[in-house]
């Protein structure tokens, strides 16, 4: 779509012609396209919001970047909050320090759990152990399985004592999900304690906890 289109769908009344406008600027350089996701990135639609926000990651300009910093902290809705926090991962180790202040200052989980992976892909394992401590802490469930989740990149590190003793405290848990990734989680941990609760693990009264402890064997 030639960029003088693009233009009148962003300017559209109609959702499905701002969409598609926002759409087509993927085959453009981001000099090109960030002015122009700009215009929608106050629309009233959230879907259209939402792509923006997505678009901001893959197109990356300094002003593509400060507004990702602005919808982290200001936008309404924490689905596109979520978006944003995944896209400013995109940017790197600046983008770090911005991450962790998210994490800690929004309790929505959708929020969390997107910060948690988007910090995981950036080479930063003190501040990823502080966000797996603080989802651990967090009421939500989801919250603490991702936490336990990425406990698993500490396995082979000089953290992996530390990563452990936060798994063996959740093997007990009340939640059956829980137990069950903690024993995914457990077969990439070589101390001993790590398969002596795999090997209790294996007698748990939910089968799906079994079942996952059982992955270790094969």
């Excluded at 600027?25 to 106050?42: G, H, I, T």
């Excluded at 892909?121 to 469930?141: F, K, S, T």
Aim: charge should be negative; glycine fraction near 4%.
């Amino acid at each position: 779509m030639e960029l003088n289109a693009i233009a009148e769908h962003l300017d559209s009344e109609n959702p499905q012609d701002r969409m598609r406008g926002i759409t087509a600027l993927r085959e453009y350089e981001p000099e090109v396209a960030v002015p122009l996701l700009m215009r929608c990135v106050d629309d009233s639609e959230v879907m259209i919001r939402s792509f923006v926000a997505m678009g901001l990651g893959y197109k990356q300009t300094p002003a593509a970047y400060e507004k990702l910093l602005t919808m982290v902290a200001d936008e309404a809705d924490p689905n596109i909050r979520a978006e944003a926090a995944n896209s400013l991962g995109k940017y790197g180790q600046v983008a770090i320090p911005h991450l962790v202040k998210a994490f800690h200052s929004n309790l929505n989980w959708l929020m969390r759990l997107s910060i948690i992976p988007a910090l995981a892909r950036l080479d930063a394992p003190a501040e990823l152990m502080n966000l797996c401590q603080a989802g651990l802490r967090d009421a939500d469930v989801t919250v603490k399985e991702t936490a336990i989740t990425y406990l698993m990149d500490f396995a082979k590190g000089p953290q992996s004592d530390e990563a452990l003793t936060l798994l063996l405290s959740y093997a007990d848990s009340e939640h059956w999900n829980l137990r069950r990734q903690v024993a995914l989680v457990l077969k990439s941990f070589e101390q001993d304690q790590a398969q002596e609760t795999l090997m209790q693990l294996r007698q748990d009264p939910d089968h799906r906890v079994v079942a996952a402890a059982l992955e270790a064997l094969v």
